[in-house]
């Protein structure tokens, strides 16, 4: 029997590469549904980056509302109604405590499956940091559409476990991210003496770009001037300027240069001139960036909260910290088998996280929401549904 098309309406606040990760795992798990015969529609918020990336959404088209003053609130008039008028059978959002929130409750209200991506922001890091306005978020709609939610999607067991202390009610699928795996950029030769250790993401201060510039002061100078941090990404906040102040006092600024926000070509040859990959973060769902730094065969220096561990288990990471300790990362930049940790992480994306394999659990996810299926090894259930 041919099972029908699946109707399912992403709600997302940026569509641009303003939002980081998102952008790239939003967009590639649409276009890779879409593909499997998914009816995709998504609806995302206008910012000064919009029109220039929404080209990379075709041949999907998504629908573009301007945001409502102040525009941190994440709120745009007729984005309820706009959810409605792609009649979804599902709706997925990506990323809570904005407003977006109030429009997958009303639908959640109305008798609507939502499927809630809360993409690392229910992590205890996170929940710390500007903890007054999330608690504010929390009485004003975002508790409401947590539990109001057919099911929450965490990126890894850690981030799920991390949920499941917030919300114990709740039923919450467990699937990662993915990367598409290309043909790496041959390494070229820089004329530089120092290798790249390269950072891709924001700049906010939950990535621990302070805390890697902190250890870095303390390395032994030898070591230090064998490496050059690349920082890629977009600032957020101002804290380039407060990470340009820090390397000055700790009088590594020469060690550390700030590129700006990287796509397409530029960023594939940052990736392929790179000698090694660093994600300090404090807090994560699951990194895209690792993923692309795999993809394109580098080794990753990266913390536990980053939550992949398979990299370590695969030999293809090394784990650094955010104390004021550099050992572990003066380990990591100075191990003979780099290249050889790349190419184990080559192979680890090859074999877990392609995108036609992530879009076929995902569909299957929706489509337990809607009552066909049994849960699968994805899906897990809190005691008391279980009973």
Request: proline share 7%; charged share 20%; glycine share 8%.
């Given at each position: 029997m041919t099972r029908r098309p699946l109707a399912v309406t992403m709600v997302t606040g940026s569509l641009s590469r303003r939002a980081g990760g998102l952008f790239h795992s939003v967009r590639k798990l649409s276009l890779h549904l879409a593909e499997r015969g998914v009816r995709v529609n998504v609806i995302g918020l206008?910012?000064?980056?919009?029109?220039?990336?929404?080209?990379?959404w075709a041949p999907l088209q998504p629908v573009v509302l301007g945001a409502t003053a102040p525009t941190s609130l994440g709120w745009a008039a007729g984005l309820t109604q706009a959810i409605e008028a792609t009649r979804p059978d599902v709706v997925h959002q990506h990323g809570i405590w904005q407003m977006t929130s109030v429009?997958?409750?009303?639908?959640?209200?109305?008798?609507?499956?939502?499927?809630?991506?809360?993409?690392?922001?229910?992590?205890?890091?996170?929940?710390?940091?500007?903890?007054?306005?999330?608690?504010?978020?929390?009485?004003?709609?975002?508790?409401?559409?947590?539990?109001?939610?057919?099911?929450?999607?965490?990126?890894?067991?850690?981030?799920?476990?991390?949920?499941?202390?917030?919300?114990?009610m709740s039923a919450i699928a467990t699937v990662p991210n993915a990367v598409e795996i290309g043909k790496p950029l041959p390494i070229r030769?820089?004329?530089?003496?120092?290798?790249?250790?390269?950072?891709?993401?924001?700049?906010?201060?939950?990535?621990?770009l302070p805390e890697l510039l902190f250890q870095w002061a303390r390395l032994q100078p030898a070591l230090r001037d064998?490496?050059?941090?690349?920082?890629?990404?977009?600032?957020?906040?101002?804290?380039?300027?407060d990470l340009e102040t820090a390397a000055q006092r700790l009088g590594v600024a020469g060690d550390i240069r700030f590129v700006g926000p990287l796509s397409g070509t530029a960023k594939a040859?940052?990736?392929?001139?790179?000698?090694?990959?660093?994600?300090?973060?404090?807090?994560?769902?699951?990194?895209m960036a690792v993923l692309e730094a795999w993809a394109s065969g580098l080794p990753v220096l990266m913390t536990r909260a980053c939550n992949l561990p398979e990299g370590f288990a695969a030999g293809a990471a090394h784990e650094i910290d955010t104390g004021p300790?550099?050992?572990?990362?003066?380990?990591?930049?100075?191990?003979?088998?780099?290249?050889?940790?790349?190419?184990?992480?080559?192979?680890?994306?090859?074999?877990?996280?392609?995108?036609?394999?992530?879009?076929a659990r995902q569909e299957a996810v929706y489509r337990w929401v809607l009552g066909h299926g049994k849960p699968g090894t994805d899906i897990s259930l809190s005691k008391e549904s279980q009973n």
């Amino acid at each position: 029997m041919t099972r029908r098309p699946l109707a399912v309406t992403m709600v997302t606040g940026s569509l641009s590469r303003r939002a980081g990760g998102l952008f790239h795992s939003v967009r590639k798990l649409s276009l890779h549904l879409a593909e499997r015969g998914v009816r995709v529609n998504v609806i995302g918020l206008f910012d000064s980056d919009t029109e220039a990336d929404l080209e990379a959404w075709a041949p999907l088209q998504p629908v573009v509302l301007g945001a409502t003053a102040p525009t941190s609130l994440g709120w745009a008039a007729g984005l309820t109604q706009a959810i409605e008028a792609t009649r979804p059978d599902v709706v997925h959002q990506h990323g809570i405590w904005q407003m977006t929130s109030v429009a997958t409750t009303r639908f959640a209200a109305r008798g609507g499956p939502t499927v809630i991506s809360p993409r690392g922001m229910l992590d205890p890091w996170a929940l710390r940091n500007s903890a007054w306005k999330k608690r504010l978020a929390w009485s004003g709609w975002e508790r409401r559409n947590l539990t109001r939610a057919a099911c929450l999607h965490a990126l890894a067991e850690a981030e799920a476990a991390a949920i499941r202390q917030v919300l114990p009610m709740s039923a919450i699928a467990t699937v990662p991210n993915a990367v598409e795996i290309g043909k790496p950029l041959p390494i070229r030769k820089s004329s530089k003496k120092r290798a790249e250790l390269l950072f891709l993401g924001r700049l906010h201060p939950k990535k621990g770009l302070p805390e890697l510039l902190f250890q870095w002061a303390r390395l032994q100078p030898a070591l230090r001037d064998q490496w050059e941090i690349v920082a890629a990404g977009p600032d957020e906040n101002g804290h380039r300027g407060d990470l340009e102040t820090a390397a000055q006092r700790l009088g590594v600024a020469g060690d550390i240069r700030f590129v700006g926000p990287l796509s397409g070509t530029a960023k594939a040859e940052a990736f392929a001139r790179a000698r090694a990959f660093v994600l300090p973060s404090h807090s994560e769902g699951l990194p895209m960036a690792v993923l692309e730094a795999w993809a394109s065969g580098l080794p990753v220096l990266m913390t536990r909260a980053c939550n992949l561990p398979e990299g370590f288990a695969a030999g293809a990471a090394h784990e650094i910290d955010t104390g004021p300790d550099p050992v572990r990362l003066a380990a990591g930049l100075s191990r003979p088998d780099l290249a050889e940790m790349g190419l184990k992480g080559r192979a680890l994306v090859e074999e877990r996280f392609s995108w036609p394999s992530i879009a076929a659990r995902q569909e299957a996810v929706y489509r337990w929401v809607l009552g066909h299926g049994k849960p699968g090894t994805d899906i897990s259930l809190s005691k008391e549904s279980q009973n």
